[in-house]
């Protein structure tokens, strides 16, 4: 979720345009019926939400894939988020990790609706890789962040998920479905290859025991700074949209890496990948060969999903940054 900016007016939108993203409705068609359905009451349920809620929506923001979110402003004049997700998986697991975390390392929920997954949300200000802070400086500070995001309690009945094997099972899908229309797969088969491998790997060491409630997508875009200090984000930040499954705490230092597309392709890739993930390794005090394997497999694994969706520079970004480290590995 990405900061939300407001003009010195805040000037409401009609709800004539308060239509999904591209992104986020092709999101929801991919879901079906459910997703179509979502897709036709969202004016109706902002109205519902406006009113129990006291609010005035605005501007939707422009990025993100699965949810509508959009600027507010409640009848006392404080400025919020309204968030609604698409009806996946993912809605409910998120409102339970952020309403269990109660703003500890985690945006701060203001009000839900269970019925829809809905949240009202604090307002944040820039992600951390808008903050002015350097590469090392933002990786340093999401190892932080994910000690802290960690201790979110793991429900006793929520099963540990094997997150390599799901991978696994994307891009077997995501080829299939590139076979059936008659094209290629995105990416060359020795990358595909080594991202599987690395899945077969980590999902031979899966051990439930280690489990944590993971965020699932920590990268820098879904860490941002609180506008005012506050207990749960003492370090001046706090993740939102967290996927809050029960998984291998050392998923999410992969994806920690996954994002720097363009500081790596500005320069000596394979270098500059193994300097940031001995960092991390050091910063979380995690292996880095796993973390390695993690951040590779997050790379090829999103950059064929982003392409799926259509977002195909975004998704050929990752491509190529596993292009360049197919035959790397950490340092030794």
Not at 40 to 60: C, F, H, K, N
Not at 196 to 221: M, Q
Request: glycine share 8%; with cysteine; proline share 7%.
């Amino acid at each position: 979720m990405a900061p939300v900016r407001y003009s010195r007016h805040h000037r409401r939108v009609t709800h004539d345009t308060l239509a999904a993203k591209p992104l986020v409705a092709e999101r929801a068609r991919q879901l079906g019926e459910r997703g179509r359905v979502w897709l036709a009451d969202l004016p109706a349920l902002i109205r519902t939400l406006e009113r129990r809620w006291s609010l005035e929506v605005g501007q939707q923001q422009a990025d993100g894939s699965s949810a509508y979110v959009a600027q507010a402003r409640t009848s006392a004049g404080l400025d919020v988020v309204l968030k609604i997700p698409v009806p996946d998986p993912v809605a409910p697991r998120q409102l339970t990790t952020l309403t269990a975390a109660a703003g500890r390392g985690y945006v701060r929920v203001l009000e839900s609706d269970p019925e829809h997954y809905a949240l009202l949300l604090e307002r944040l200000g820039p992600s951390v890789d808008r903050a002015g802070l350097s590469v090392d400086e933002q990786i340093t500070t999401m190892a932080a962040m994910l000690v802290q995001a960690w201790q979110v309690p793991r429900s006793p009945t929520e099963p540990a998920f094997d997150k390599a094997r799901g991978l696994t099972e994307l891009i077997g899908s995501l080829r299939q479905e590139s076979r059936s229309a008659g094209q290629p797969l995105p990416g060359s088969e020795p990358v595909i290859h080594r991202a599987l491998d690395y899945a077969e790997r980590r999902s031979a060491a899966f051990d439930p025991d280690r489990c944590v409630v993971v965020h699932g997508d920590p990268g820098p875009p879904n860490a941002l700074r609180v506008l005012t200090p506050r207990p749960g984000a003492e370090g001046g930040f706090v993740f939102v949209d967290p996927d809050g499954f029960v998984g291998d705490p050392s998923y999410d230092l992969g994806v920690v890496l996954r994002d720097f597309c363009d500081e790596l392709l500005a320069g000596d890739t394979v270098t500059l990948a193994r300097r940031q993930c001995r960092l991390l390794a050091d910063r979380s005090g995690y292996d880095e060969a796993v973390i390695w394997e993690w951040a590779f497999l997050e790379r090829v694994s999103t950059g064929l999903y982003a392409r799926s969706l259509g977002a195909e520079a975004l998704g050929q970004r990752f491509l190529t940054v596993a292009e360049a480290l197919v035959d790397a590995g950490p340092a030794a």
